[in-house]
């Protein structure tokens, strides 16, 4: 069984005793009860309809354990990815629709192939370029984000949707004062009971209960209220003139961009033909270009449109045989016009038909059964741009699922393997993506609820998939009333624990450039904000860069004799006693291309200060690394120094230093002679050679007493 457990990590799991399948069947039904309600509010946060959280939430969770290293890391929905996901597609499709959601699955695919490559060949580390400083930024920046862009569900007001998150923030926020009431008395009962449960019965699913109670009540209250009539149904000329023009908008908008992807797959047509037309690709390339840029405009006014029509308010005639009759703004209705009193709102406009709203929104209808079995639909023109989200969300994913798996295995003492870690989450992705779902990762809140209820064995996420089953199978007509506003809530409390500030002062502290990193990271995710790649792109880029100017510029010591006759550096202590005839430096860091020239000429302005010395001995424990720029720059030194009368000698130089000079000839250059163990046994060979002429010389090795 160990021999197939290489290949299939699950087997370790086995034999189960009883107790082991007990607890672990606890463990999981705990779980799936937190689950069920937070994946289907990371998916809306994903952009997508609420069901396919359960999508996600189903075989991904079962595939990560079977294949993972962890026995208590629980997958699915998380709040970053699915931020990443919706952020990172927004561009190419509104939230929601098919072609929104079709990419999402694509995603997923592209995700979990790239995190099973690093996991099939070991390349863990990569994810090491993005440094804990910026992830601290960045989870910082996306918590802020993620809470905000649930405000406008809280209080029952619509958000746009821009190239400026802030923007639409501050929109949402101007509309205050048009907040259905009933809504955010809704987030606030969810927000209010969570956080009770928490804080006076921990053990308890809060999650479940305030999804239970507020289910309960919305169906209670008829909290859900929505209509349809036709724009001919509407009494005020100007507004059904607004949705004339709305639709018509909308129908050009359909026919620009069928022929603006037209003239893109035409250009790219041509472009693949051996000699063909360069002047007819150029003008097709130039129409597709100006008629995105006419599409784009056209979206922005149209949702420009829709957002004053939905600030509207109105109220709906009813006739004398109780059948609703015109829509008139709310005030304007004839006086001794019976009406409803409704505050209807315009949830959304289709050819022919406008939707109304006039209580709080639900989740609604979820379709019964399974998600069906099928490959991603592919789509080649978009692969190309994706792939840098994609490994944006694989990176930061597994980093996420990393650090919870690494924080379990510290209590519960046991060993993880990152890159079948890797394989584990590649493999919930890619299966993710044939079921209908969007890419998951390793959930703190969760995992901490798995390991907390005595999850065993990966066991108990097998158990939390198969009750997600029950669930698509038997139990969606029950949420069918749960209200927009507790998902909201849901999430709002999920992402509160993820501001930490205290970590980006932390950083700070620890050392200067980070604390830059993570701050920059910070900064630019909310500038870029929906885009967030570009803010954690932006952060690890950075800190390369701060991390090279550190390395350019490493710690270089001039020494003196300690009265405890080591060797110190002269800045800290000023008082210790050097030589006019040798000068000991030394060098803490690497050798390699981008700091050699600092390194030569600190050697060589120490020198300048000591025109009589005679021997420079370059302290070398410090030096782990040299590579060909560091090893031409010794050359050149070793035969400058020796025509003028100056002897360079190393101590203390590390095998693989030692290896690379012999590989190039250095070594016999600078001759055993002059290379020694420590610093003592070379300062105790330079004084020998130096003889009389330097026996008065405090900083000898063998006189530390009389310093």
Known sequence: MQKFARFLPFLRWFPLTGDTVKADFMAGITVALVLIPQSMAYAQLAGLPAYYGLYAAFLPVAVAALWGSSHQLGTGPVAVVSLLTASSLAVYATPGSPDFVALAIMLALLVGVIQLLLGVFKLGVIVNFLSHPVIVGFTNAAAIIIA??????????PMARSEHFMHDIVGVFGQLGDTHLPTLAMGIAAIAIMWAVKRFAPRLPGVLIAVALTTLAAWGMGFEKKATLHPDGVADPLIVDMLREYETTAGRLAEMKDKAMASDAEAKRLE?????????????NYRADMLHSQVHALEEANAKRLQDLRRLRFEREVRANGEPGLLHLAGTAPIGMKTDGGAWKIATVAPGEIRL???GEVVGGI?????????????????????????VISLVG????????????ARTKQRLDPNQELVGQGLANIVGSMTQAFPVSGSFSRSAVNMNSGARSGMSSVFTAVFVLLTLLFLTPLLYHLPQAVLAAIIIMAVAGLVNVRAIRHAWQANRHDGIAAVVTFVA????????????MVGAGLALVLFLLRTMKPRVAQLGRFKDGTLRDI??????????????MRFDGQLYFANVSYFEDTLLATLADHPKARFLLVVGDGINQLDASGEEVIHHLVSRLKENGVTLVFSGLKKQVLDVMRATGLFDLITQDNIFATEDQAIAAIYERLGD???????????????
């Open 148 to 157: 905000l862009s649930q405000v406008s569900k809280l209080f029952g007001v």
């Open 525 to 536: 995710t909310l500038a870029y904000a929906p885009h967030l790649d570009n803010g954690i």
């Open 272 to 284: 693949k033909q051996a000699g063909h037309d360069v002047q007819q690709a150029l003008t097709l």
């Open 398 to 409: 597994f980093m996420e699922a990393i650090s919870i798996a690494k924080a379990i295995a």
């Open 367 to 391: 379709p019964e059964g399974l998600p069906s079995f099928a490959l991603p639909r592919f789509d080649l023109d978009k692969l190309g741009t994706l792939l840098s989200a994609a490994l």
């Open 357 to 359: 709203t006039g209580g």
């Open 693 to 707: 002429e330097a026996r008065d010389d405090l900083f000898c090795a063998l006189k530390p007493a009389m310093a």
């Open 571 to 584: 800045k800290v202590y000023p008082e210790l006693p050097t030589s006019e005839h040798m000068v000991a």
